[in-house]
Structure formats: C-alpha cells, structure tokens
C-alpha cells in the first residue's frame, strides 16, 4: 500500500517561512491531482492548496493566497508547499493528499477515500506559528 509521507513542519514565529514536503513511500506512475489539507485543534480539516499534476493548474485557499505556493517535482513525484509570511492561524497538522485519475479529484484537489474514490494520504506534519 503506498502511503505519502510529508515533512518539513516544525514551529517558527509569525512571519517566518517553512517549506513542506511530501513524497510516496513507493513509486506511483502518475497521479491527477495533488493536494495540501490542514486541520487545526478541534477544527474540520480544509483545503489549502492543490493542483492538476499534469497540467499544473493551481488552486489556493483564500487565507493561504499570496503567501503560500504549492508546487511539484514530476520526476520525483514529490510535493511542495512553500509557507511564506506565517501567521498564528495557520497552526495546523499539514496532510498532502494524491487522486490517481479524474474521479479522484475535484477542483484541484484529492477526494476523500470513499465508495470509487482512490486517493493516497500522508499522516501529516504539525506547523506550528507563534505570535
């Protein structure tokens, strides 16, 4: 079962940057689509940022936009989220998602696994941002 596996969280004060990774622990031939989800403490999970692997069309959430920028390396087939003007808010655990195909995906980003839905999913890197 491949799995991903993200890193590059850690804890920096307000303003600061951080750079998260996230790479399969096997080899995927392609995916659709791939995706950054955070959920902070006693909060559901949201979308950050996301975009179309093939294409690479990119999609950000409001909050994130201008400060964040997801990007990817086709070759390695590694993800990146690079977190520029950090704020307290953006404390979270950090999830990096895949969709292999179109019905894996929607808006840019993975599905959640469920009934036809085929995505991969990491288990999350904290950040943490204080004031």
């Known amino acids: 079962q491949v799995q991903l596996v993200e890193s590059g969280g850690g804890s920096v004060q307000a303003g600061g940057s951080l750079r998260l990774s996230c790479a399969p622990s096997?080899?995927?031939?392609?995916?659709?689509?791939m995706g950054w989800f955070r959920q902070a403490p006693g909060k559901e999970r949201e979308r950050v940022a996301g975009i179309y692997t093939g294409g690479g069309s990119t999609y950000y959430a409001d909050s994130v936009k201008g400060r964040f920028t997801i990007s990817q390396d086709n070759a390695k087939g590694t993800l990146y989220l690079q977190m520029n003007s950090l704020k307290p808010e953006d404390t979270a655990m950090y999830y990096c998602?895949?969709?292999?195909?179109?019905?894996?995906?929607?808006?840019?980003?993975?599905?959640?696994?469920?009934?036809?839905?085929?995505?991969?999913w990491g288990s999350g890197t904290l950040v943490t941002i204080s004031s």
């Open positions: 998602a895949a969709g292999i195909d179109s019905l894996d995906c929607s808006g840019g980003y993975p599905l959640p696994l469920g009934d036809n839905v085929m995505t991969y």
């Open positions: 096997a080899y995927i031939y392609s995916t659709y689509c």
